[in-house]
């Protein structure tokens, strides 16, 4: 089967459509016919070398999928034929991955398999940081950093569904008009977060939009931290947070999930609904064959994409 290899750390290029012998799942796992693979920032900064714990090279990428049953270990009430949403460690661009059946979220039916790769991780911490760590309630203002990206298109659709005043930023005036069409209630550039006054902020950009950020929250409000997309690690002096009783809350989707699995799936049934009864929807941006993993790699971590990356079989 082919599947992406990542032979050294390095940049884009390094990406290597391999063949492999196709694998086969144990008891408590299925095998997916892979039909769509997520790509994550996570996923760079693994490749790069600097996610805490990645993985060592050589090692195969993918952190989640869409696809079909294919075979079933024993102790599973799968079945071959079942479509699926998966989270993944590793492994994920490639046509045929082993998961275990813990590892498997709802698929409404509705879906398409691109859409359906964006519940396992970016729908899932979106409404992580909102709610389960950010807490936000109906009436609270709102900044969402990177907008128009997987995470930012699923918070600010579900921020407004929660009846909270949303303020995203964007990089460009088409990333901008697309948070607006989906209930942002105001979209601005980088530069103007120093303008904005919220309750709860979003951050996975990092570096000086985190600080700016911080600088945007209300006396007692508070932002959730969830990445690094500038490259550029966040940092914050304390006095900017005890004179004002502000607060930063650390989120990551691995880690959370082995500490506190039931507040991190909790999420699920709320998702899954608001998926399938169409109030929410899932941005699907560019879709891309694994043949150019590469390219799907370079746009994202250039911030030139918008919505979910999908890469395809």
Do not use: C
């Not at 879709?287 to 994409?305: C, D, G, N, V, W």
């Amino acid at each position: 089967m082919d599947a992406i290899h990542v032979p050294e750390y390095g940049g884009p290029e390094v990406l290597e459509l391999v063949d492999v012998e196709i694998p086969d799942p144990d008891d408590g796992e299925v095998r997916i016919d892979v039909r769509a693979a997520g790509v994550n920032f996570a996923d760079i900064e693994k490749r790069r070398g600097n996610y805490p714990d990645g993985p060592t090279p050589p090692y195969r990428p993918g952190m989640e999928v869409a696809g079909v049953v294919e075979a079933t270990g024993s102790g599973t009430d799968l079945a071959a034929g079942d479509r699926v949403a998966a989270l993944t460690s590793s492994g994920g661009y490639a046509e045929y991955t082993v998961v275990s059946t813990d590892a498997i979220v709802p698929y409404p039916e509705r879906l398409s398999f691109a859409s359906g790769t964006a519940l396992p991780v970016q729908w899932l911490t979106a409404h992580n940081v909102l709610f389960e760590w950010g807490g936000l309630r109906s009436g609270e203002r709102v900044l969402i950093t990177a907008g128009a990206g997987g995470v930012g298109t699923a918070a600010v659709q579900l921020a407004a569904t929660a009846g909270a005043t949303v303020i995203a930023a964007a990089s460009s005036e088409e990333k901008r008009d697309l948070v607006r069409d989906l209930g942002a209630n105001r979209a601005i550039e980088y530069s103007a977060i120093d303008g904005v006054s919220v309750d709860l902020a979003l951050d996975g950009v990092g570096g000086r939009t985190f600080t700016d950020a911080v600088e945007a929250l209300v006396p007692g409000g508070r932002i959730v931290t969830y990445g690094m997309a500038s490259g550029r690690v966040p940092t914050v002096a304390t006095p900017r947070l005890f004179f004002q009783n502000k607060s930063v809350i650390g989120y990551h989707l691995e880690e959370a999930l082995e500490r506190a699995p039931e507040q991190v799936l909790s999420a699920i049934p709320e998702l899954v609904d608001s998926v399938s009864d169409s109030s929410i929807e899932v941005v699907v941006g560019d879709t891309i064959p694994f043949s150019r993993a590469s390219e799907a790699h370079r746009r994202l971590q250039q911030r030139e994409s918008r919505g979910k990356l999908v890469l395809v079989p």
